[in-house]
């Protein structure tokens, strides 16, 4: 009896302490889940609150992941800590480039401030944008600027939208840098053709734009990338200055920009204009292979005549102006500060233009019936500046005029001085 006795106490004893075990269990479940509570119902932050913590980010790496564990979930628009990370890099990285050292102050922009730097259609696709100015320790063209989404009830938020947007058009502008740097025309050629448009640009003309591109960068861009300065960087748009680039004639240093646009497709025009090749074949008049005369040289009539193997088909003097116009078969040729005799006549050859197809040439590569995809063969960039190409012979310049007919034809060759 005594043994059927203990064992019977032992086991309600053994219940006891398991139900007693299960409630303390409950009871610190709910005091886990109260604390866990308390702990992330954070109030919201103000702006002033989120730009210092995202400055505090920025100024040292370190801090990074204690910024964003301190921004309520409520104003994170569902960002990951990842593209937190990453946004927070390439801050880091363009306040570099731009030489502003440590943010050491900030000022929150004014509705008008912010509509006028970023435009009516950003407002019109995130809504209501704030912004705060960063202000660093050193004088700087190019200040950092920080964005935020709004709502109605004044809540600020880390768009997440507007971040992912930054890092994929900040990774494709680092993409296509790197790609020139390492002297890759192919992949340079994938990521100009979206933005090139019209039939003119064959698969072959787009690769003769990237080899020169990549020509220009290798021997005319003296700045590293990590010096390149970002000058405006916003979800569709990103602008670069690359500060030190050899001039044409190699005595000067000048800028050279560069703009990243999204499309609504998804793809990216890269405008990254550089002028055409400085061809100084482009002063002359060219029959086959030989060149016959220099715009900008004097001639006499009876030399000209020589030259051409023939006399001009019809010639106007104007006595008053100083001024001729000899006209051969399909070329007309100008001639300025003319001084004639009763036998001959001088004057310095300031324009020619090939009227017709013929034998004759500019230069060796241009000429009337050629297409604009044969004109880009030859001169990549010439559409940049509407098919007008500079050429500096060292003590002047001189600027060759391509004219097309509505079937994109060219009609007419023009140089002058």
Request: charge should be negative; hydrophobic fraction near 40%; proline fraction near 2%.
């Amino acid at each position: 009896m005594r043994s059927s006795a203990l064992k019977k106490f032992i086991a309600l004893s053994m219940c006891a302490v398991m139900v007693f075990s299960f409630a303390a269990c409950n009871i610190a479940g709910q005091i886990r889940h109260q604390v866990h509570d308390s702990m992330t119902e954070q109030r919201d932050l103000s702006i002033q609150e989120l730009t210092r913590l995202l400055i505090s980010a920025i100024n040292d790496k370190r801090n990074t992941a204690d910024a964003y564990s301190q921004i309520p979930q409520t104003q994170t628009d569902g960002l990951s800590y990842s593209y937190f990370y990453e946004y927070m890099n390439i801050m880091r990285s363009v306040s570099s480039h731009n030489g502003n050292g440590k943010t050491v102050s900030f000022r929150i922009m004014s509705d008008d401030e912010c509509l006028s730097f970023l435009g009516q259609s950003i407002f019109d696709r995130y809504g209501h944008i704030r912004g705060a100015e960063l202000l660093s320790s050193s004088e700087s063209q190019y200040p950092l600027y920080l964005f935020f989404s709004e709502d109605d009830t004044g809540r600020v938020t880390l768009s997440q939208e507007w971040i992912t947007s930054i890092i994929s058009i900040y990774n494709y502008s680092t993409h296509y840098f790197t790609l020139l740097d390492n002297y890759n025309a192919d992949a340079v050629k994938a990521l100009l053709m979206p933005g090139l448009i019209g039939d003119e640009y064959t698969d072959d003309v787009v690769y003769a734009k990237a080899q020169q591109l990549c020509e220009f960068y290798r021997l005319r861009v003296m700045s590293a990338i990590s010096e390149y300065e970002i000058t405006r960087l916003l979800p569709d748009q990103m602008s670069v200055r690359i500060p030190e680039t050899l001039a044409p004639d190699g005595a000067l240093f000048e800028e050279h920009l560069v703009d990243f646009t999204r499309q609504s497709t998804g793809n990216y025009l890269i405008d990254d204009s550089i002028s055409a090749t400085n061809d100084i074949n482009l002063v002359y008049l060219v029959r086959g292979d030989e060149r016959l005369i220099r715009v900008g040289n004097e001639y006499s009539f009876s030399q000209l005549n020589t030259v051409m193997g023939c006399t001009p088909s019809t010639f106007t003097y104007d006595e008053d102006a100083g001024m001729i116009i000899a006209i051969y078969p399909g070329v007309l040729l100008r001639f300025d500060e003319v001084s004639a005799t009763a036998d001959d006549w001088t004057g310095t050859l300031t324009s020619i233009r090939l009227i017709s197809s013929s034998v004759y040439s500019i230069g060796y590569n241009l000429y009337p019936g050629m297409t604009r995809t044969q004109v880009l063969m030859a001169y990549p960039f010439a559409d940049e500046s509407d098919y007008l190409i500079t050429i500096n012979t060292g003590s002047r310049d001189y600027i060759v005029e391509l004219m097309f007919d509505e079937e994109g034809i060219v009609q007419a060759v023009k140089i002058s001085g």
